[in-house]
């Protein structure tokens, strides 16, 4: 085994090493740092608006000459947004939770790369014959949305069996470089970490939801659709926070919606300040004010592994020379 592998050639990256799109969490400043650092920093389109979209591409390429990508999910109408990538040339396309299959072609022809997100070998077969070129097979144990019911350790070898002629990135608990090696053992060409990049100095996490991820350890998460405010009946997994606790066992009524559920807050989002009510699903950033205890701060299992706030490009060269380590060994 190496650190590079044939997928790093097919992206133009150094490193098999990729921040996860975090909502509102990984933006222009995050992504361009680990994509600088020779990784593949994938930004969130975080809800902007295209306009607002195109602005943050135009950001993050004055940080970095390197690729980078930026991830949509389907089950909001990203087709605008999907244009300005392409007329901005935005190297790599990552899609999550839907069929990504209308926007492969638009985007091999303008020359760009497409990943998908799966959580299940059919998902993966369906994503590989709609013509993506890479997948990201994720794991039970990460952070955020979850798609799928199946551990990374079982998932990410099935999946690699299942695709073999497209490379795979394993997704779901993988924290440092134990982690990294590991998805490359089981088939995966490269790995993507969420949790360890909340810590980063350049990612836009409110600092209490970062303090307790440096708190928290592996019993500190639970799968849940208790914020689905927002997204109805869209499995997550996030911190065990005394709200959480208190709500675990009416967590349907976290997918009603109701207009009467009070207010807890105020964020950014789309460039606009908005209400946060209960139970939606809006990580709490920089710019959210309020009740952040009772917001979802999502969290991979990985999360123990998690114990301090790194420059993201510090992140990433630990990571490669503790690999480059355990692989000698």
């Known amino acids: 085994m190496k650190l590079h592998t044939p997928l790093c050639d097919l992206l133009g990256i150094e490193y098999p090493i990729f921040c996860a799109p975090m909502g509102f969490i990984t933006g222009p400043e995050l992504a361009a740092a680990v994509s600088?650092?020779?990784g593949m920093g994938i930004m969130s389109f975080g809800r902007n608006p295209p306009d607002l979209l195109r602005q943050d591409i135009?950001?993050?390429?004055?940080?970095?000459t390197r690729p980078f990508g930026v991830n949509m999910l389907l089950p909001a109408d990203v087709s605008e947004h999907v244009a300005v990538c392409i007329e901005e040339r935005v190297p790599l396309l990552s899609f999550f939770w839907g069929d990504p299959g209308p926007f492969v072609q638009p985007a091999h022809d303008a020359g760009l790369k497409v990943m998908h997100q799966v959580g299940s070998v059919a998902e993966a077969v369906e994503a590989v014959r709609a013509g993506v070129d890479v997948i990201i097979a994720q794991g039970v144990e990460g952070g955020g949305h979850i798609r799928g019911e199946v551990s990374t350790l079982a998932l990410v070898p099935r999946v690699v069996d299942a695709v073999p002629s497209t490379p795979v990135v394993a997704s779901g608990g993988i924290a440092d470089s134990r982690g990294l090696v590991a998805a490359l053992a089981l088939?995966?060409?490269?790995?993507v970490l969420g949790t360890r990049f909340l810590a980063a100095a350049e990612a836009r996490t409110h600092p209490v939801y970062q303090q307790k991820i440096l708190a928290a350890n592996e019993t500190d998460t639970v799968r849940t659709t208790l914020f689905g405010y927002t997204w109805p009946n869209a499995p997550h997994r996030t911190l065990r926070t005394r709200f959480v606790e208190q709500?675990?066992?009416?967590?349907a009524r976290g997918n009603e919606g109701r207009p009467d559920e009070p207010v807890v807050g105020a964020t950014t989002v789309g460039g606009e300040t908005v209400q946060v009510r209960r139970f939606m699903g809006f990580t709490p950033h920089r710019e959210t004010s309020?009740?952040?205890e009772s917001m979802a701060l999502y969290a991979g299992q990985g999360v123990g592994l998690v114990n301090i706030v790194?420059?993201?490009g510090e992140i990433v060269r630990q990571l490669v020379v503790e690999a480059d380590s355990i692989l000698r060994r």
């Open 187 to 191: 088939g995966a060409q490269g790995a």
């Open 290 to 292: 309020g009740e952040i």
């Open 36 to 38: 600088e650092a020779g």
């Open 58 to 64: 135009r950001t993050l390429r004055s940080q970095t």
């Open 247 to 251: 709500w675990l066992p009416e967590e």
């Open 310 to 312: 790194q420059p993201a």
